[in-house]
């Protein structure tokens, strides 16, 4: 196969990418512009699971946000990681990032609820990220049940079929750049699963029609499913 180094300038379209044939592209991180290099990690990182957070304001106010930067990191001890991006500051001539209602509400409380996320919530769970003010209630615009969690001051979502219940472990914060995220670890101290998705005394994977997050404004659903045994080394 040909192999030809070209680097991607900041006007391209990532879709681009895609139409080249027979040819490698090679992109160095730091010569692209952002929004080109936020796509190429969206696209390719894919499908990734979706984080369904719950958590509150110091003063109790409930907040609710989707995060697909997200995955379970270790089962002992048992921690759940996702990644809030900062946003674009208020003020003009700051140069710092704004924290997201969520990663405001964890750092303060140090808690939180991870719901997962079925086809059935995709449209709720679509409602929870507008980008609200904090006075806002999520649970009550999505139209979702907050349920009281066992360990933690932040809800549950009722519909959701598998809730975590956090406590924060670590929060790693990268740059204060407004284009920067930080990473939240937390530790599972309660989980909540649906008795519908219980068959013989464990969880049924196969109920779960679960969603993951492409690129853009793409989803897939996880209900096609491949069955493959691992090599056996002797
Ligand atoms: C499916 C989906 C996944 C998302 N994943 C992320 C993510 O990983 N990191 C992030 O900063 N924002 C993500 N967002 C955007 C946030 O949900 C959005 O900024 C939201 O307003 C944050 O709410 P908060 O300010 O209440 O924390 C995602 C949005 C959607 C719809």
Known sequence: MPHKELSISSGWSVTYLRCIKHTIMNVSPPEISHSDLYGILLNSVA????AWVSTVSPSGHPNLAPFSFFNAVCVDPPLLAFAPGLRQPKQGGAVHGEPKDTLRN???TKEFVVNVVTHDLLQPMNVTSGEYDPSVNEFKLAKVTPVPSRLVRPA????SPVSFECKLYQILDFSPAPTSSSL????VVSIHINDAHIKDGRLDRNSLDLIGRMGGIQYTRTTDRIEL???KVE
């Open 229 to 231: 045994a691992r090599p």
């Open 184 to 187: 939240v670890i937390g530790e």
């Open 106 to 108: 964890v750092r303060e």
């Open 156 to 159: 549950r979502v009722a519909e």
């Open 47 to 50: 499908p990734r699971p979706i």
